[in-house]
């Protein structure tokens, strides 16, 4: 399965319409996890759109949470390296919503909210 896979699967279930607020909830979702990706996501089933898109108001944020987590795994914060697991964390995370059986609406989401906040 790739990115845009997972993501019709979650807009099926969840019936969160754009894919944009989908990615944020899988970026956080794998930047939840204390490793990197391990397997980058081909550029050829990517979903593609802007930053801004997929950012909205909060793109300090997201792109500070993935600087600090590529930092605390050692890497190079070129912006090559930071966009490339942007995808990676996307990809990830995106396959974690699809793979968890309660992830059946939006509510199941709000629910991981409070899992991944109690860690």
């Known amino acids: 399965?790739?990115?845009?896979?997972y993501l019709i699967t979650?807009?099926?279930?969840?019936?969160?319409?754009?894919?944009?607020v989908l990615c944020r909830w899988a970026l956080c979702r794998s930047l939840a996890e204390s490793s990197a990706p391990t397997n980058p996501p081909s550029?050829?089933?990517?979903?593609?759109?802007?930053?801004?898109v997929f950012s909205?108001?909060?793109g300090d944020l997201y792109w500070w949470l993935l600087k600090m987590h590529c930092f605390q795994q050692?890497?190079?914060?070129d912006e090559a390296t930071l966009v490339e697991?942007?995808?990676?964390h996307i990809t990830r995370?995106?396959?974690?919503?699809?793979g968890d059986v309660t992830m059946r609406d939006a509510q199941s989401l709000a629910r991981l909210?409070?899992?991944l906040v109690s860690l």
């Open 1 to 5: 399965m790739d990115v845009r896979e």
């Open 10 to 20: 979650l807009k099926r279930r969840t019936n969160i319409p754009t894919s944009n």
């Open 43 to 52: 550029s050829d089933t990517a979903v593609e759109m802007t930053w801004k």
């Open 56 to 58: 909205g108001s909060g």
């Open 74 to 77: 050692g890497m190079v914060l």
């Open 85 to 88: 697991q942007l995808r990676a």
């Open 93 to 98: 995370g995106a396959a974690y919503l699809v």
């Open 113 to 115: 909210t409070h899992e």
